[in-house]
């Protein structure tokens, strides 16, 4: 019904940088809210950057001037600008979508299958 397609992630040096993009397609009226998560081995997932629907912005403290996220409406897509990049950035990054069904009534949560991003030299 919908689906989130993550691109992007690779391996990169410390320093380095990344653009990931998450695309959102099927059926769907409207999107609310966009945002990235990640998970490293061993941890529990945790919020990166999100995205309102106005635009508004917030990030994790560890990213804050680092990572920036965007979103262009027009083709339902969501990106992560990731520069300056460190070991510790290392993890399986995820997009979710708050957004309506058509024909829905209520948002609904939809999750991408996350990108692998590895920084190691």
């Known amino acids: 019904q919908v689906q989130l397609v993550e691109s992007g992630g690779g391996l990169v040096q410390p320093g380095g940088s990344l653009r990931l993009s998450c695309a959102a397609s099927?059926?769907?009226?409207?999107?609310?809210?966009m945002g990235w998560y990640r998970q490293a081995p061993g941890k529990q997932r945790e919020l990166v950057a999100h995205?309102?629907?106005?635009?508004?912005?917030n990030y994790a403290d560890s990213v804050k001037g680092r990572f920036t996220i965007s979103r262009d409406g027009a083709k339902n897509t969501v990106y992560l600008q990731m520069n300056s990049l460190k070991p510790e950035d290392t993890a399986v990054y995820y997009c979710?979508?708050?957004?309506?069904?058509?024909?829905?009534?209520?948002?609904?949560?939809?999750w991408g299958q996350g990108t692998q991003v590895t920084v190691s030299s």
């Open positions: 979710q979508a708050h957004l309506w069904v058509r024909g829905a009534t209520n948002l609904s949560s939809y």
């Open positions: 995205i309102s629907s106005g635009g508004s912005t």
């Open positions: 099927g059926s769907i009226f409207s999107i609310n809210a």
